[in-house]
Structure formats: C-alpha cells, structure tokens
C-alpha cells in the first residue's frame, strides 16, 4: 500500500482520527493519535516519539542504563509508518491505524521490536 492509497482510504471513510501506533519490549501498545488532516505531513517528515519505551519494566517503570534515557537526553525518536499496516479500527468510530518504527539520528533502533523480527521473517518466509 501506498500513501497514496492511505490517504485515498482516510477520505473514503470519512476517517478523523489516525493512531500511530509501536509496541514496547513487551509487546505492549504505545500509540499517538492524530488528527486525520496531519496524516502526510506526520507520514512523511515524521512523529516525534519518546525513545524511552524501549527501556520500561512490565509495569511501565524505567529501567536505567539501557541507551535509551539519560544517555541520550531523553530523546525523541522520529517515527515513520509502515503503510502496509493501515486498517480502520472497527472499534473506534471513524479511526485508522498504522504501525510506526522509530529512527533515531536518522538511523533505524536496531532493538525495536519490529527492526529485529523483520529480517528474521524475511529469512523464515
């Protein structure tokens, strides 16, 4: 799928409301929520996201000395979505979603969820 084509299902579904959506190290839900019209411009130049999540505990507590917190500020990442995962939520009125891998410095985070399975599907597919 395309942006082209997300955009195309956003207008066609009267969609107002767009989750960018990741999980954390233990397969949980983060997610940002936006309004529809900022769609490209978050698509393409990105959504900041605090890098942080990658270093919670199961109980969303922090874990210090992973890379992702004091040792980088606190930084955001930059989030790009992959436009192949868009889907109307069917239960959320007038909600889409679609799954997001953070870049940070321009470069992918090698121990996001989504990095590491990737090449590893590729080889097992």
């Avoid at 990105?46 to 980088?72: C, K, R, V």
Wanted: charged residues 20%; neutral net charge; proline residues 6%.
């Amino acid at each position: 799928m395309s942006i082209a084509q997300v955009l195309k299902c956003i207008e066609d579904n009267s969609i107002d409301l767009i989750r960018f959506e990741q999980t954390d190290m233990y397969g949980i839900a983060r997610s940002k929520t936006i309004p529809a019209r900022h769609f490209r411009k978050k698509a393409t130049e990105g959504l900041n996201f605090f890098l942080g999540h990658l270093s919670y505990d199961p109980m969303a507590g922090f874990i210090q000395g992973t890379g992702y917190l004091e040792e980088i500020g606190y930084g955001d990442a930059v989030c790009f979505p992959d436009f192949n995962t868009f889907v109307i939520l069917p239960w959320c009125d007038r909600t889409g979603r679609i799954l997001i891998e953070p870049t940070f410095r321009g470069e992918q985070v090698a121990s996001h969820p989504r990095v590491v399975a990737s090449p590893l599907l590729r080889l097992y597919s």
